[in-house]
DNA sequence: TCATTGCTTTACGTTTACGTCAACGTCAAG
DNA sequence: CTTGACGTTGACGTAAACGTAAAGCAATGA
Protein backbone atom coordinates (compact mmCIF):
# COMPACT_ATOMS: atom_id res chain seq x y z
CA UNK A 1 0.00 0.00 0.00
CA UNK A 2 1.16 3.64 -0.82
CA UNK A 3 2.66 2.91 -3.48
CA UNK A 4 -0.05 5.21 -4.89
CA UNK A 5 -1.67 7.12 -2.25
CA UNK A 6 -2.58 11.02 -3.85
CA UNK A 7 -1.06 13.67 -1.82
CA UNK A 8 -3.88 15.27 -0.06
CA UNK A 9 -5.33 18.35 2.39
CA UNK A 10 -4.12 16.28 5.26
CA UNK A 11 -1.75 19.29 6.45
CA UNK A 12 -4.40 22.12 6.56
CA UNK A 13 -6.25 20.79 9.77
CA UNK A 14 -3.05 19.03 10.78
CA UNK A 15 -1.65 22.50 11.41
CA UNK A 16 -4.32 24.50 12.78
CA UNK A 17 -5.34 22.06 15.22
CA UNK A 18 -1.64 22.63 16.58
CA UNK A 19 -2.30 24.92 19.18
CA UNK A 20 -5.77 24.13 20.08
CA UNK A 21 -6.04 22.83 24.08
CA UNK A 22 -9.35 21.87 23.48
CA UNK A 23 -8.38 19.52 21.13
CA UNK A 24 -5.34 17.11 21.46
CA UNK A 25 -2.97 17.53 19.03
CA UNK A 26 -4.23 16.10 16.19
CA UNK A 27 -1.54 14.20 13.22
CA UNK A 28 -2.72 13.94 10.02
CA UNK A 29 -3.76 10.30 11.13
CA UNK A 30 -6.55 11.18 13.20
CA UNK A 31 -8.36 12.86 10.46
CA UNK A 32 -11.96 12.18 9.99
CA UNK A 33 -14.14 12.46 7.35
CA UNK A 34 -17.54 12.30 6.94
CA UNK A 35 -19.22 10.04 3.70
CA UNK A 36 -19.95 12.97 1.88
CA UNK A 37 -16.21 14.28 1.86
CA UNK A 38 -15.12 10.89 0.90
CA UNK A 39 -17.28 10.48 -1.81
CA UNK A 40 -16.53 14.38 -3.16
CA UNK A 41 -12.68 13.69 -3.22
CA UNK A 42 -12.91 10.02 -4.71
CA UNK A 43 -15.06 10.95 -7.16
CA UNK A 44 -18.03 8.93 -6.62
CA UNK A 45 -21.44 9.62 -5.02
CA UNK A 46 -22.66 8.33 -1.05
CA UNK A 47 -24.18 5.47 -2.61
CA UNK A 48 -21.46 3.86 -4.38
CA UNK A 49 -19.23 4.37 -0.41
CA UNK A 50 -22.23 2.96 0.91
CA UNK A 51 -22.88 0.17 -1.61
CA UNK A 52 -19.09 -0.48 -0.93
CA UNK A 53 -19.85 -1.09 2.65
CA UNK A 54 -22.64 -2.91 2.39
CA UNK A 55 -20.39 -5.99 0.50
CA UNK A 56 -17.64 -5.77 3.20
CA UNK A 57 -15.38 -3.86 1.32
CA UNK A 58 -15.06 -0.83 4.12
CA UNK A 59 -16.35 -0.56 7.88
CA UNK A 60 -16.42 3.06 8.72
CA UNK A 61 -16.61 3.69 12.93
CA UNK A 62 -20.05 4.34 13.66
CA UNK A 63 -20.96 7.57 15.69
CA UNK A 64 -24.10 7.04 16.96
CA UNK A 65 -25.67 6.46 13.53
CA UNK A 66 -23.24 8.39 11.53
CA UNK A 67 -20.08 6.77 9.39
CA UNK A 68 -16.84 8.01 10.44
CA UNK A 69 -14.18 7.97 8.01
CA UNK A 70 -10.49 7.36 8.99
CA UNK A 71 -7.08 7.40 6.79
CA UNK A 72 -7.42 3.63 6.69
CA UNK A 73 -10.99 3.86 4.83
CA UNK A 74 -9.19 6.10 2.36
CA UNK A 75 -6.26 3.20 1.81
CA UNK A 76 -9.35 0.73 1.08
CA UNK A 77 -11.08 2.87 -0.90
CA UNK A 78 -8.31 3.86 -3.21
CA UNK A 79 -7.60 -0.07 -3.53
CA UNK A 80 -11.13 -0.53 -4.18
CA UNK A 81 -11.21 2.21 -7.09
CA UNK A 82 -7.67 0.68 -8.21
CA UNK A 83 -9.28 -2.53 -8.45
CA UNK A 84 -12.28 -1.52 -10.44
CA UNK A 85 -10.30 0.02 -13.08
CA UNK A 86 -8.18 -2.81 -13.59
CA UNK A 87 -11.63 -4.43 -14.09
CA UNK A 88 -11.92 -6.86 -11.17
CA UNK A 89 -15.26 -7.30 -9.72
CA UNK A 90 -16.08 -5.96 -6.27
CA UNK A 91 -16.23 -9.31 -4.43
CA UNK A 92 -12.84 -10.13 -5.97
CA UNK A 93 -11.14 -6.99 -4.42
CA UNK A 94 -12.77 -7.92 -0.99
CA UNK A 95 -10.66 -11.02 -1.00
CA UNK A 96 -7.33 -8.98 -2.46
CA UNK A 97 -8.23 -6.66 0.56
CA UNK A 98 -8.90 -8.96 2.87
CA UNK A 99 -5.61 -10.61 2.19
CA UNK A 100 -4.14 -7.30 3.46
CA UNK A 101 -5.70 -6.92 6.17
CA UNK A 102 -5.78 -10.96 7.64
CA UNK A 103 -3.54 -11.44 10.92
CA UNK A 104 -0.82 -13.54 9.51
CA UNK A 105 0.26 -14.82 12.63
CA UNK A 106 0.99 -18.36 12.21
CA UNK A 107 3.43 -19.95 9.21
CA UNK A 108 0.50 -21.80 7.81
CA UNK A 109 -1.16 -18.81 7.10
CA UNK A 110 1.78 -16.91 5.83
CA UNK A 111 1.81 -19.64 3.23
CA UNK A 112 -1.41 -19.49 2.52
CA UNK A 113 -1.44 -15.73 1.87
CA UNK A 114 1.95 -16.20 -0.20
CA UNK A 115 0.07 -18.70 -2.33
CA UNK A 116 -2.65 -16.13 -2.74
CA UNK A 117 0.01 -13.14 -3.54
CA UNK A 118 1.15 -16.18 -6.69
CA UNK A 119 -2.35 -16.47 -8.02
CA UNK A 120 -2.95 -12.34 -7.92
CA UNK A 121 0.18 -11.73 -9.30
CA UNK A 122 -0.35 -14.56 -12.48
CA UNK A 123 -3.69 -12.24 -13.14
CA UNK A 124 -1.68 -9.19 -12.74
CA UNK A 125 0.79 -9.88 -15.57
CA UNK A 126 -1.58 -11.61 -17.56
CA UNK A 127 -3.40 -8.47 -17.50
CA UNK A 128 -0.21 -6.77 -18.32
CA UNK A 129 0.46 -8.97 -21.52
CA UNK A 130 -3.31 -8.21 -22.91
CA UNK A 131 -2.11 -4.40 -22.47
CA UNK A 132 1.07 -4.36 -24.10
CA UNK A 133 -0.46 -6.58 -26.44
CA UNK A 134 -3.26 -4.02 -27.68
CA UNK A 135 -1.19 -1.22 -27.08
CA UNK A 136 1.35 -2.58 -29.63
CA UNK A 137 -1.38 -3.14 -32.22
CA UNK A 138 -2.75 -0.01 -31.55
CA UNK A 139 0.99 1.57 -32.48
CA UNK A 140 0.83 -0.37 -35.57
CA UNK A 141 -2.75 0.30 -36.01
CA UNK A 142 -1.19 4.30 -35.80
CA UNK A 143 1.30 3.72 -37.66
CA UNK A 144 -0.73 2.08 -41.10
CA UNK A 145 -2.79 4.93 -40.30
CA UNK A 146 -0.12 7.88 -40.82
CA UNK A 147 1.40 6.05 -44.15
CA UNK A 148 -2.56 5.97 -45.69
CA UNK A 149 -2.30 10.10 -44.31
CA UNK A 150 1.25 10.59 -45.88
CA UNK A 151 0.01 9.23 -49.21
CA UNK A 152 -3.13 10.95 -49.65
CA UNK A 153 -1.33 14.72 -48.49
CA UNK B 1 -37.42 -36.24 -49.26
CA UNK B 2 -37.68 -33.57 -51.40
CA UNK B 3 -36.03 -31.50 -53.77
CA UNK B 4 -33.12 -29.75 -52.07
CA UNK B 5 -33.08 -26.08 -52.56
CA UNK B 6 -29.55 -25.60 -52.37
CA UNK B 7 -27.40 -28.56 -52.16
CA UNK B 8 -23.82 -27.40 -52.73
CA UNK B 9 -22.59 -25.23 -49.99
CA UNK B 10 -25.05 -26.92 -47.04
CA UNK B 11 -23.48 -30.69 -48.46
CA UNK B 12 -19.68 -29.12 -48.36
CA UNK B 13 -20.40 -27.92 -44.63
CA UNK B 14 -22.17 -30.98 -43.56
CA UNK B 15 -19.49 -33.48 -44.75
CA UNK B 16 -16.72 -31.33 -43.56
CA UNK B 17 -18.18 -31.03 -39.93
CA UNK B 18 -18.10 -34.70 -39.86
CA UNK B 19 -15.08 -35.59 -40.95
CA UNK B 20 -12.46 -32.23 -40.44
CA UNK B 21 -9.06 -34.06 -40.54
CA UNK B 22 -9.44 -35.28 -44.22
CA UNK B 23 -11.06 -32.17 -45.39
CA UNK B 24 -7.52 -30.92 -45.70
CA UNK B 25 -7.94 -29.92 -49.46
CA UNK B 26 -9.05 -26.69 -47.89
CA UNK B 27 -6.59 -23.84 -46.92
CA UNK B 28 -6.55 -22.75 -43.91
CA UNK B 29 -8.00 -19.51 -44.21
CA UNK B 30 -11.24 -21.51 -46.34
CA UNK B 31 -12.03 -22.84 -43.09
CA UNK B 32 -15.54 -21.88 -41.68
CA UNK B 33 -16.74 -22.92 -38.18
CA UNK B 34 -20.08 -23.94 -36.56
CA UNK B 35 -20.98 -21.86 -33.44
CA UNK B 36 -20.63 -25.16 -31.72
CA UNK B 37 -17.27 -24.94 -32.35
CA UNK B 38 -16.07 -21.37 -32.11
CA UNK B 39 -17.84 -21.11 -28.65
CA UNK B 40 -16.04 -24.69 -27.31
CA UNK B 41 -12.31 -23.22 -28.92
CA UNK B 42 -12.77 -20.01 -27.15
CA UNK B 43 -13.68 -21.24 -23.77
CA UNK B 44 -17.23 -19.55 -23.52
CA UNK B 45 -20.93 -20.80 -24.99
CA UNK B 46 -22.84 -20.21 -27.75
CA UNK B 47 -24.96 -17.81 -25.95
CA UNK B 48 -22.30 -15.71 -25.19
CA UNK B 49 -21.37 -15.82 -28.97
CA UNK B 50 -24.55 -14.64 -29.91
CA UNK B 51 -24.94 -12.32 -27.36
CA UNK B 52 -22.13 -10.69 -28.77
CA UNK B 53 -23.64 -10.92 -32.72
CA UNK B 54 -26.51 -9.21 -30.66
CA UNK B 55 -24.49 -6.27 -29.99
CA UNK B 56 -22.79 -6.32 -33.66
CA UNK B 57 -19.33 -7.24 -32.13
CA UNK B 58 -19.29 -10.19 -34.76
CA UNK B 59 -21.66 -10.62 -37.65
CA UNK B 60 -20.85 -14.08 -39.22
CA UNK B 61 -22.36 -15.34 -42.54
CA UNK B 62 -25.89 -17.20 -43.02
CA UNK B 63 -26.49 -20.30 -44.70
CA UNK B 64 -30.06 -20.21 -44.67
CA UNK B 65 -30.71 -19.89 -40.56
CA UNK B 66 -27.18 -20.83 -39.93
CA UNK B 67 -24.54 -19.20 -39.06
CA UNK B 68 -20.89 -20.10 -40.32
CA UNK B 69 -17.95 -18.60 -38.83
CA UNK B 70 -14.92 -17.35 -40.61
CA UNK B 71 -11.48 -16.33 -39.75
CA UNK B 72 -12.03 -12.97 -39.22
CA UNK B 73 -14.80 -13.78 -36.98
CA UNK B 74 -12.30 -15.54 -35.06
CA UNK B 75 -10.10 -12.56 -35.10
CA UNK B 76 -12.93 -10.36 -34.00
CA UNK B 77 -13.72 -12.88 -30.93
CA UNK B 78 -9.89 -12.70 -29.86
CA UNK B 79 -10.16 -9.18 -29.89
CA UNK B 80 -13.16 -9.01 -27.84
CA UNK B 81 -11.90 -11.02 -25.00
CA UNK B 82 -9.07 -9.68 -24.75
CA UNK B 83 -11.16 -6.44 -24.18
CA UNK B 84 -12.72 -8.58 -21.38
CA UNK B 85 -10.15 -9.65 -19.78
CA UNK B 86 -9.25 -6.05 -19.42
CA UNK B 87 -12.38 -5.17 -18.21
CA UNK B 88 -13.40 -3.28 -21.14
CA UNK B 89 -17.83 -3.06 -21.49
CA UNK B 90 -19.11 -4.97 -24.40
CA UNK B 91 -19.66 -1.68 -25.88
CA UNK B 92 -16.62 0.02 -25.65
CA UNK B 93 -14.98 -2.65 -27.28
CA UNK B 94 -17.60 -2.65 -30.26
CA UNK B 95 -16.26 0.91 -30.39
CA UNK B 96 -12.48 -0.13 -30.72
CA UNK B 97 -13.48 -3.20 -33.32
CA UNK B 98 -15.48 -0.60 -35.10
CA UNK B 99 -12.51 1.48 -35.66
CA UNK B 100 -9.89 -1.24 -36.34
CA UNK B 101 -12.79 -1.74 -39.54
CA UNK B 102 -13.88 1.39 -40.32
CA UNK B 103 -12.94 2.77 -43.99
CA UNK B 104 -10.64 5.02 -43.56
CA UNK B 105 -10.09 6.45 -47.25
CA UNK B 106 -10.55 10.57 -46.40
CA UNK B 107 -8.23 12.50 -44.73
CA UNK B 108 -10.67 13.72 -42.14
CA UNK B 109 -11.75 9.94 -41.39
CA UNK B 110 -7.74 9.42 -40.82
CA UNK B 111 -7.31 12.45 -38.41
CA UNK B 112 -10.84 11.22 -36.53
CA UNK B 113 -9.23 7.11 -36.46
CA UNK B 114 -5.52 8.97 -34.99
CA UNK B 115 -7.78 10.62 -32.40
CA UNK B 116 -9.58 7.89 -31.53
CA UNK B 117 -6.21 5.94 -31.16
CA UNK B 118 -4.98 8.36 -29.05
CA UNK B 119 -7.82 7.96 -26.39
CA UNK B 120 -7.89 4.37 -26.15
CA UNK B 121 -3.52 4.88 -25.89
CA UNK B 122 -4.39 7.20 -22.75
CA UNK B 123 -6.64 4.53 -21.33
CA UNK B 124 -4.59 1.42 -21.87
CA UNK B 125 -1.30 3.22 -20.25
CA UNK B 126 -3.75 3.79 -17.19
CA UNK B 127 -4.28 0.62 -16.76
CA UNK B 128 -0.60 -0.16 -17.55
CA UNK B 129 0.15 2.10 -14.24
CA UNK B 130 -2.50 0.50 -12.41
CA UNK B 131 -1.13 -2.78 -12.82
CA UNK B 132 2.14 -1.87 -12.13
CA UNK B 133 1.58 -0.38 -9.02
CA UNK B 134 -0.61 -3.12 -7.94
CA UNK B 135 2.32 -5.46 -8.84
CA UNK B 136 4.99 -3.40 -6.47
CA UNK B 137 2.63 -3.02 -3.94
CA UNK B 138 2.23 -7.00 -4.32
CA UNK B 139 5.91 -7.53 -4.17
CA UNK B 140 6.30 -5.31 -1.36
CA UNK B 141 3.66 -7.59 0.21
CA UNK B 142 5.36 -10.89 -0.28
CA UNK B 143 8.31 -9.48 1.20
CA UNK B 144 6.91 -8.38 4.15
CA UNK B 145 5.49 -11.83 4.18
CA UNK B 146 8.44 -13.50 4.09
CA UNK B 147 10.16 -11.70 6.55
CA UNK B 148 7.44 -12.71 9.05
CA UNK B 149 7.99 -16.27 8.01
CA UNK B 150 11.85 -16.22 8.19
CA UNK B 151 11.09 -14.90 12.13
CA UNK B 152 9.29 -17.71 12.51
CA UNK B 153 11.15 -20.40 11.39
C1' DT C 1 -39.98 -44.13 -39.45
C1' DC C 2 -38.60 -42.37 -35.29
C1' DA C 3 -35.32 -40.56 -32.15
C1' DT C 4 -31.29 -37.93 -31.57
C1' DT C 5 -28.41 -34.18 -32.30
C1' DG C 6 -27.47 -29.49 -33.52
C1' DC C 7 -28.84 -24.99 -34.70
C1' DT C 8 -32.41 -21.53 -34.56
C1' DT C 9 -35.43 -17.70 -32.26
C1' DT C 10 -38.17 -15.78 -28.49
C1' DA C 11 -38.36 -14.55 -24.03
C1' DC C 12 -37.98 -14.32 -19.28
C1' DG C 13 -34.49 -14.92 -15.19
C1' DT C 14 -30.08 -13.56 -12.73
C1' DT C 15 -26.08 -11.18 -11.03
C1' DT C 16 -23.41 -7.05 -10.45
C1' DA C 17 -23.06 -2.35 -9.41
C1' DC C 18 -24.95 0.88 -8.45
C1' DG C 19 -29.14 4.98 -9.20
C1' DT C 20 -33.17 6.80 -7.33
C1' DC C 21 -36.74 7.81 -4.60
C1' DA C 22 -39.15 7.73 0.02
C1' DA C 23 -39.39 8.52 4.70
C1' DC C 24 -37.25 9.65 8.67
C1' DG C 25 -33.58 11.56 12.42
C1' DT C 26 -30.63 15.56 13.92
C1' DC C 27 -28.50 19.71 14.59
C1' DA C 28 -27.39 24.74 13.87
C1' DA C 29 -29.36 28.99 12.02
C1' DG C 30 -33.00 32.20 11.22
C1' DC D 1 -39.99 26.46 16.25
C1' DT D 2 -39.44 25.74 11.69
C1' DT D 3 -36.33 25.36 7.96
C1' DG D 4 -32.68 23.36 5.54
C1' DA D 5 -28.51 20.87 5.09
C1' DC D 6 -26.78 16.42 5.92
C1' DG D 7 -27.17 12.04 7.69
C1' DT D 8 -29.68 7.43 8.02
C1' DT D 9 -32.21 2.95 6.41
C1' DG D 10 -35.03 0.48 3.32
C1' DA D 11 -36.81 -0.68 -1.12
C1' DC D 12 -37.36 -0.64 -5.82
C1' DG D 13 -35.28 0.44 -10.62
C1' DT D 14 -31.86 -0.32 -14.20
C1' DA D 15 -28.14 -1.53 -17.43
C1' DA D 16 -24.81 -4.93 -18.70
C1' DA D 17 -23.77 -9.59 -19.68
C1' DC D 18 -25.16 -13.22 -20.05
C1' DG D 19 -28.09 -17.96 -18.21
C1' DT D 20 -31.90 -20.75 -18.95
C1' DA D 21 -35.79 -22.75 -20.58
C1' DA D 22 -39.26 -23.36 -24.35
C1' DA D 23 -40.32 -24.55 -28.83
C1' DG D 24 -39.28 -25.19 -33.45
C1' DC D 25 -36.77 -26.93 -37.94
C1' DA D 26 -33.32 -30.02 -40.38
C1' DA D 27 -30.13 -33.48 -41.10
C1' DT D 28 -28.46 -37.90 -39.55
C1' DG D 29 -28.34 -42.68 -37.15
C1' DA D 30 -30.72 -46.72 -35.76
Redesign the interface.
Known amino acids: ?4 TTPTREQERASSARDGAEQRERTSSDRTWTIREIADEFGVTHRTVRHYEDLGLISPERRGTTRVYHRRDRTRLNLIL ?1 GK ?4 PLEEIRTIIDL ?1 DRP ?1 G ?2 SQ ?2 Y ?2 GQ ?1 DE ?2 ED ?5 R ?6 SE ?1 GE ?2 RR ?2 E ?2 DR ?2
Chains 1, 2 share one sequence.
Open positions: MGAMRRLGFYRKALEVLIRRLEQRRDIEDALLFECRDLLG
